[in-house]
């Protein structure tokens, strides 16, 4: 069992759904003396805290990181509209929304492309298929043609070490190399005659139009977010999905037979092993929280990954039900700071999974790790050794 001491390694820790059960037995608000944050495991408590506007997703004074300011990467991230409040986050989410909403239904054209591709014998193709599908699927909604993907892919995979707080300076400067490349990109395309009437990145310029959504930057900006979003949250859901598969022979053989199926496995597979584990808030002035006085200044870590599986939510949490009714999935926030790319995340992971149980693939002879992360759960491949 995991203790306290353990809270930031959470996320890639094997046995984290013990670790977060174990939190979710106790009232309310915990406060963590080591780290200086509360923690909030409970579904009932992140909801309050993610509607309150008292909690911030960014603290006073500080809009920025610090290690990111007058850097080509900081730019980009201070006008991310999940990184932002007020009208900088509303007008911008609406326009994604709406626009997301529309590539809901993904088609497997992208995602058969890939899969023949690879060689599906080798652990590692997993571990490619999983992190380059949802970029060149977005990618290719956004517009880009298919040869530029391997570019835009291996930017966004240097741009967002920008985003970790484990990153030094090598991967700082390496994330901003990477976001003037995406932004020269990015401005080519919507520069050129190429961009099709009916691609995700015309659809958002009509919709910011029309809701006066003005900053040409910030689009852009923000579409890069898109990207780097995709690329760790919608490789996780993947990757995580997979080790279900892994673990349960039976389900495979099932969704082999019943394709029907497979969203209800996915969503299941990002409840009980959440891609995004957990996520920050800053309190900006003095509140009351799920019944605790905070005061400005203080910082909030909410376990998303937590209140998936906190029994007030969900009978008997821990076991992965198939056939559950009334998923509550908290990996991708709620209310006001709810994800916008939920529904087109889900979809590609629908499409992925189907292509990848038609594959030849060597399901018992696979292993994996998680990869060193404050926030996220990613698992990678390998193969047992005999």
Known sequence: MMNTMDLLSAAYHPTANEFYSHLLKQPGLSYDKQHQLWIAARAQDIEEILASPDCAVRP??????????????????????????????????????????????????????????????EANALNHF?????????????????KTLPLITDAISQFVLCLSPLSGTTEIESASRAAQTLLTEFHMLVQTQTVKPNSLIAQIQTRAKELGWNNANAILCNLIGLLSQTYEASSGLISNALTCLIQYPDLREQLSQQPKIIPAF?????????????????????????????????????????????????????????????????????????????????AISHSAIEVLLAQHIAWEQLNWRYRRSLNGRLPEFFTKEN
Request: hydrophobic residues 45%; glycine residues 6%; proline residues 4%.
């Open 60 to 121: 006073i004074g500080e809009a920025v990181p610090l290690a990111l300011q007058g850097t080509s990467a900081g730019e980009v991230f201070s006008l991310l509209i999940r990184m932002n409040e007020g009208d900088a986050h509303h007008c911008g989410k609406m326009v994604m929304q709406q626009c997301l909403r529309v590539f809901e239904s993904i088609q497997l054209h992208q995602t058969s492309k890939l899969a023949s591709e690879l060689n599906f014998e």
């Open 130 to 146: 999983a992190q380059r599908l949802p970029l060149y699927t977005v990618a290719s909604l956004l517009g880009f043609e298919p």
């Open 266 to 346: 996915v969503t299941e597979a990002c409840r009980l092993h959440s891609p995004v584990q957990n996520t920050r808030r800053f309190v900006i002035s003095d509140t009351v929280v799920a019944g605790i006085h905070l005061r400005a200044g203080e910082r909030i870590l909410l376990l998303l990954a937590a209140a998936n599986i906190d029994p007030a939510i969900h009978v008997q949490p821990l076991e992965f039900d198939i056939a559950r009714a009334n998923h509550r999935l908290y990996s991708f926030g709620s209310g006001r700071h709810a994800c916008p790319g939920t529904a087109i995340a889900l």
